[in-house]
Each structure stands twice: as C-alpha cells, then as structure tokens.
C-alpha cells in the first residue's frame, strides 16, 4: 500500500555525495525536524525529469524556502554518480539534494515503485512530489503515468503551501 498523507515515513538509508564520495543518509537524517519538499523522478536525463521536473524545481527553490520549506531534495532509482552528475548538469547542485535510491528501498518502501521492465529501465519510483514535517507526509502529489508532471510539479506545490 502506497504511503499516504498522515504517514510517517519509513526509515530507510539513501546515498548522497559528501565531500570525500557517496555517504548513507537515513530518513531520519534528511527529515527529522525540518520541512523538506520531496519529489520523485523515474530515473534522472530521461526526457520529461530533464526538461520539465528538475527545472521547474531548480527555478522555484527559492520560492519553496520562501515559504518556509528547509530544504528540497529529489529522489531516483539512480546511483550516486549519477545523480551527482545530474545535479551538475541540472544546475540543482547546491540548491537540491540528490537522494540516490539505487536498488529502490525506499521506492518500495514507501510503495511508489512502479515496474518499467518492459522499457529496459526496471524497477524505479513512480513520478510524485511531497511534503514533508518531521518526517511525517502532509500532502502528496502522484502522477497517473510517468511522461506526466503538472501534479507533482514545484508549481503545484508552491500553490499548496499557501
């Protein structure tokens, strides 16, 4: 069952790039006692992620934390090196924290996974955005498909927060 609003989210461990390389980062770690704005992307450069999901977030980070969000993180069934380099590429280094999910636990775990086996990319997140308060899912935004993003969108999200 997918997680819903209410929930706490479930303590799982991702990879993000520290200084010296890849470092594990719990739920605990990322969430406990902040305001995070989540959003999920079914694997970073495919076309829609590139060009319409990370921009619009890269474009309203400020706006995010204008209203009082802590931090903005993205998170994809990608490793570390690539989601660092996207990042770069992106120009979200700095401004969003790249959450690797590689063999997509906490996909799983918090039921977002959806199964693209069928076009070579295997197991990834389904496409949502969230927010996030200590942990806890205060609202949640899940696409219908994953060429989708208007749902999940820092748009979407920014007209949430009020």
């Known amino acids: 069952m997918a997680i819903q609003v209410g929930d706490k989210l479930p303590e799982t461990t991702f990879t993000v790039m520290g200084a010296e390389g ?36 890269v474009q309203n980070v400020d706006g995010l934390k204008g209203k009082g969000v802590d931090a903005v993180a993205c998170t994809s069934v990608n490793d570390v090196f690539v989601m660092d380099a996207w990042a ?3 120009g ?25 086996t069928a076009r070579g990319l295997g197991v990834r997140s ?29 748009v979407t999200m920014l007209s949430q927060l009020g």
């Not at 006692?33 to 959003?39: D, N, P, S, Y």
């Not at 389904?126 to 498909?145: F, I």
Request: glycine residues 10%; proline residues 8%; hydrophobic residues 35%.
């Open 126 to 154: 389904q496409r949502y955005s969230m927010l996030v308060e200590d942990g806890v899912v205060t609202k949640l935004n899940v696409e219908e498909a994953p060429p989708n993003h208007d749902v999940s969108s820092a």
């Open 88 to 90: 770069k590429d992106s």
């Open 22 to 57: 890849p470092e594990p980062k719990s739920t605990n770690d990322l969430f406990g006692g902040k305001k995070v704005v989540l959003f999920a992307v079914p694997g970073a450069y495919t076309p829609t992620c590139s060009k319409g999901h990370m921009p619009g977030f």
């Open 92 to 116: 979200a280094t700095g401004n969003i924290d790249m959450l690797a999910d590689g063999s997509a636990d906490f996909a799983k775990a918090v039921g977002l996974e959806i199964d693209l």
